[in-house]
């Protein structure tokens, strides 16, 4: 393969604008650039949004009709930022224990209102754990079927009372998108109804 000639090699960190063949025009910070599939990974600011955001775009530059570099850095670039890896790896394992405690309930053949009520409690709540269909939470609180808030059993005090109010919030919350849900529906019925 030929070395690359003039225009057809993007330094990191250098400004470019990209015409597509669907008449879309790209501009932004060259984050990466593989020259032998023609492919382009640019930042692109999003101001309207928040200035803070960009959007990375893979451009194949197959399909572009027209490029033109900005400003070209010839300098090195910075080093790559550095990987937390233990926060990797903890997050990695933290995900895992969530996906097998959801499929853990399901093979347990836990309601799935229980499955919910688990999933909100665990957001706000992280020791949160099955005991074949009960909840239990922080070691204290046993959740049992159907999982309502004079099903939550435990010692008196701020841990029941705090589980207590997750439950009850949680199905006021349930009921209240039910009662949406209901509404709409009323509303389309109505509105096919009179279309007719």
């Known amino acids: ?9 993007f330094n990191v960190g250098s400004h470019v604008s990209c015409l597509t063949c669907l008449g ?7 984050v990466a650039f593989d020259y032998p599939s023609k492919m382009l990974t640019l930042k692109c600011a999003r101001p309207a949004v928040n200035p803070n955001l960009s959007d990375v775009m893979l451009v ?3 399909y572009v009709s027209e490029v033109d570099i900005i400003t070209d850095r010839a300098e090195t670039p910075p080093p790559l930022a550095s990987l937390n890896f233990n926060k990797l790896v903890n997050r990695a394992r933290a995900e895992k224990e969530d996906k097998l ?6 093979s347990a053949g836990v309601s799935v209102e229980g ?8 957001k706000t709540i992280k020791e949160c754990k099955w005991q074949e269909k009960n909840i239990i ?5 046993v959740i049992s079927p159907p999982y309502q ?3 939550c059993k435990g010692k008196e005090g701020s841990a029941l009372s705090h589980v207590r109010k997750i439950v009850e919030k949680h199905f006021r919350d349930v009921e209240g998108q039910i009662s949406v849900q209901h509404s709409q529906q009323a509303q389309h019925t109505q509105d096919s109804t ?3």
Not at 1 to 9: F, K, Q, R, T, V
Not at 101 to 106: D, I, M, N
Not at 137 to 141: P, T
């Open 137 to 141: 939470v922080m070691d204290d609180v």
């Open 60 to 62: 194949n530059l197959a």
């Open 194 to 196: 009179l279309s007719s």
């Open 1 to 9: 393969m030929a070395a690359p000639g003039p225009g057809e090699y």
């Open 149 to 151: 808030v004079d099903n």
């Open 101 to 106: 405690s959801l499929a853990y309930a399901v």
């Open 24 to 30: 879309q025009r790209l501009q932004g910070e060259v």
């Open 115 to 122: 499955q919910q009520l688990f999933q909100t409690i665990h």
